[in-house]
């Protein structure tokens, strides 16, 4: 008789690639996906600006710094809705 791999408790590469990260911290492969693109798209946008500043120092002034900390607390945010909190770091998406 053969067993499937949620009984015998193995998981097979897929599984551990696309799901077992977001469904340690109880999400979907698509919520975990969204945020991840998110906060990649403002931490991108973050850098573009410091580098800009870096380049004219009167530009963009805080807009890096106010980036960071608003996508911070947008990770933290999830954290505290996730039913598995205990499972996140501070930097997890």
């Avoid at 850098?47 to 947008?74: C, N, S």
């Amino acid at each position: 008789m053969a067993t499937n791999k949620i009984e015998t408790g193995r998981t097979g590469v897929a599984d551990r690639l696309f799901l077992a990260h977001p469904r340690s911290l109880g999400m979907s492969w698509g919520r975990h996906a969204s945020g991840a693109v998110r906060i990649g798209s403002e931490l991108m946008v973050a850098g573009l600006a410091a580098f800009v500043h870096a380049l004219v120092p009167g530009w963009f002034t805080d807009t890096a710094g106010k980036v960071v900390t608003r996508t911070y607390d947008y990770i933290q945010k999830r954290k505290s809705e996730s039913p598995t909190p205990e499972n996140w770091s501070d930097y997890d998406i």
